[in-house]
T-cell receptor, first 113, second 112 residues
Framework: ETGVTQSPTHLIKTRGQQVTLRCSSQSGHNTVSWYQQALGQGPQFIFQYYREEENGRGNFPPRFSGLQFPNYSSELNVNALELDDSALYLC????????????FGPGTRLTVT | QKEVEQDPGPLSVPEGAIVSLNCTYSNSAFQYFMWYRQYSRKGPELLMYTYSSGNKEDGRFTAQVDKSSKYISLFIRDSQPSDSATYLCASLFSGGYNKLIFGAGTRLAVHP
């Protein structure tokens, strides 16, 4: 069974730029959620994708957007990067009706300078 | 008030000690509760998953939920240096989608 993978591992961007982060779900999982984890904090829910559509969103602005593909992999896009966007971005996969059992990838550490 | 509150620690204990990690939550509608372990620079790893009130045991780990007081606990018996990590409690919000609401995490150090 393949676990959740994310790429890239680290990324450094400049304020105002755009970034795309990628995630491959655990084998058999059809739902992907994205979380942002600031240093010293717990992860904060950004949004969730199921059947290639966003079906839930946290308190994040529209410049955070995503995609889910037919193979259940996913992308997180962030436009107009701000310094406060510096964080660990985590992808979690699950089955739609077992949403509490979310399995996380290793994360992408984004630094905005 | 945050929906899930957790003492950030850090907590330092000697090897072999019993560790008690605790969280409180505010939303009485929460039914599912999780504990994740996160090593430095890694993603969270699901440790325990419980439904409603009661205890659940898995090896050296016991998760306890008391819905009357909105209290979540994780006990680690015979703690090992390899248990040194940040422990995150989480509650599940289900409303058409499934969102985990995390506490801030407690840093645990187990020293030999």
């Amino acid at each position: 069974e393949t676990g959740v993978t994310q790429s890239p591992t680290h990324l450094i961007k400049t304020r105002g730029q755009q970034v795309t982060l990628r995630c491959s779900s655990q084998s058999g999982h059809n739902t992907v959620s994205w979380y942002q984890q600031a240093l010293g904090q717990g992860p904060q829910f950004i949004f969730q994708y199921y059947r290639e559509e966003e079906n839930g969103r946290g308190n994040f602005p529209p410049r955070f957007s995503g995609l889910q593909f037919p193979n259940y992999s996913s992308e997180l896009n962030v436009n107009a990067l701000e310094l406060d966007d510096s964080a660990l971005y985590l992808c979690a996969s699950s089955l739609q009706f077992q949403g509490g059992e979310q399995y996380f990838g290793p994360g992408t550490r984004l630094t905005v300078t | 008030q945050k929906e899930v509150e957790q003492d950030p620690g850090p907590l330092s204990v000697p090897e072999g000690a019993i560790v008690s990690l605790n969280c409180t939550y505010s939303n009485s509608a929460f039914q599912y509760f999780m504990w994740y372990r996160q090593y430095s620079r890694k993603g969270p790893e699901l440790l325990m998953y419980t439904y409603s009130s009661g205890n659940k045991e898995d090896g050296r780990f016991t998760a306890q939920v008391d819905k009357s007081s909105k209290y979540i606990s994780l006990f680690i018996r015979d703690s090992q240096p390899s248990d040194s990590a940040t422990y995150l409690c989480a509650s599940l919000f289900s409303g058409g989608y499934n969102k985990l609401i995390f506490g801030a995490g407690t840093r645990l150090a187990v020293h030999p």
